[in-house]
């Protein structure tokens, strides 16, 4: 089964607001990422927040990680169009590192 | 342009067959990933490989193998295909097992 589940399925909004999407996972983990998809095409890499993090900004985002419920949030702040893609976040295991799960994704499409 | 290459880009082929994905990392990396995105499985790890050695396997059928060769590209062979195996094939690279994933954009295999 996936590790990390992502949180809602889908989301539409207005260019300019802000877009958050959450992530749970079921074990504990040495890091947690986050990736973007746009349609077809492979993943990039957003951001890292480690185990004994709990936030981390980059850009327009924010990433928030609570080991203690075992879960994550990305914050897009003032979005744009060109933010329309898919948002994965990922965990590697404490135990186990070596393999990457993603969960089954937010589908984010900005209104322009 | 994430410095990973794969190949051929869209494969179409019919049950029964047997084919071969090429991935070629960054220079710089050492492990190989393959991830299998279908519509109703998500995106599903299948193996990891660090520097010729295999380091964890995922949810990857006995007709699938992988190998990593001493220039560092990786091949994936898919073997006795079925409907079921049409889905996008991805290759990711990395420097460590613990650093982020660089995606190549892709394999899209079609079995008909």
């Known amino acids: 089964s996936q590790q990390g589940e992502e949180d809602p399925q889908a989301l539409s909004i207005q260019e300019g607001e802000n877009a958050t999407m959450n992530c749970s996972y079921k074990?504990?983990?040495?890091?947690l990422q986050w990736y973007r998809q746009n349609s077809g095409r492979g993943l990039v890499h957003l951001i890292l927040?480690?185990?004994?993090?709990r936030e981390k900004h980059s850009g327009r985002l924010r990433v928030t990680l609570d080991t203690s419920k075992k879960s994550s949030s990305l914050l897009i702040t003032a979005s744009r169009a060109a933010d329309t893609a898919s948002y994965f976040c990922?965990?590697?295991?404490?135990?186990?590192?070596?393999?990457?799960?993603f969960g089954q994704g937010t589908r984010l499409t900005i209104n322009p | 342009d994430s410095g990973v290459t794969q190949t051929p880009k869209h494969l179409i082929t019919a049950t029964g067959q047997r084919v071969t994905l090429r991935c070629s990392p960054r220079?710089?990396?050492?492990?190989v990933y393959w991830y299998q995105q279908s519509l109703d499985q998500g995106l599903q790890f299948l193996i990891h490989?660090?520097?010729?050695?295999?380091?964890a396997k995922g949810n990857i059928l006995e007709r699938f193998s992988a190998q990593q060769f001493p220039d560092l590209h990786s091949e994936l062979n898919l073997s006795s295909l079925e409907l079921g195996d049409s889905a996008l094939y991805f290759c990711?690279?990395?420097?460590?097992?613990?650093?982020?994933?660089?995606f190549g954009n892709g394999t899209r295999l079609t079995v008909t």
């Open positions: 990711a690279s990395s420097a460590t097992g613990d650093s982020p994933l660089h």
């Open positions: 074990t504990s983990i040495n890091n």
């Open positions: 927040i480690r185990s004994n993090e």
């Open positions: 990922a965990t590697a295991a404490r135990e186990g590192a070596q393999k990457l799960v």
């Open positions: 220079s710089e990396d050492l492990s």
């Open positions: 490989y660090y520097n010729g050695e295999e380091r």
